[in-house]
């Protein structure tokens, strides 16, 4: 069975965004981004909430023809046009960015058809609100946290209202030179 996968950057103190959405905090390099690409080869479907499908589908189909982008940035960019990308949205009409499907209700139940189907891994990139539904609905098998060496205070938290307990079991942690820690849970059921 095909797992999800949750990707998040967040603070010390368990925030994923900041009070107006920033992201600016986040600390990245060129190590965590090359260990971010190593996990996208297990994965070949993309989960988005409406706002990160935005930011996606406004920045990287640009890289390819920006004479600045990196190695890194192109492999990237070519994989996520490529990959399988379901956005999850009430309110968007219409996702027309390649081989982009649009969910707009029974989110559980798609999900379960989705993991059962043959093929890699599905991933959420951000998208706290999406990423608390699936908590809701028991749906993520892994956590992939990114901890920045910083505490925002406020804003939209990882974890936020939650029903029930969540049991994990850490597999693998990483500090990176920059001071951020790699956390990598699964969850047990």
Do not use: C
């Amino acid at each position: 069975m095909r797992k999800v996968i949750a990707l998040m950057h967040i603070s010390l103190d368990g925030f994923a965004a900041g009070p107006n959405g920033e992201m600016d905090w986040i600390g990245y390099n060129g190590e965590i981004f090359k260990d971010a690409i190593a996990l996208t080869d297990s994965v070949d479907t993309a989960l988005y909430g409406r706002i990160t499908y935005q930011m996606m589908e406004s920045y990287w189909p640009t890289v390819p023809a920006n004479p600045d982008s990196s190695k890194d940035d192109l492999h990237h960019a070519n994989w996520v046009e490529n990959v399988h990308k379901i956005v999850f949205s009430k309110t968007l009409q219409r996702a027309d960015w390649h081989n982009t499907r649009l969910i707009q209700e029974n989110i559980g139940e798609e999900m379960a058809k989705l993991k059962e189907q043959p093929g890699k891994n599905l991933m959420i990139f951000g998208s706290p609100s999406i990423v608390h539904t699936f908590i809701d609905l028991g749906l993520i098998d892994e956590y992939r946290l990114n901890v920045s060496p910083v505490v925002l205070g406020r804003g939209i938290p990882l974890f936020g209202d939650l029903k029930q307990k969540i049991n994990l079991k850490l597999v693998e942690s990483k500090t990176y030179d920059i001071g951020v820690v790699g956390l990598h849970y699964q969850t047990v059921r």
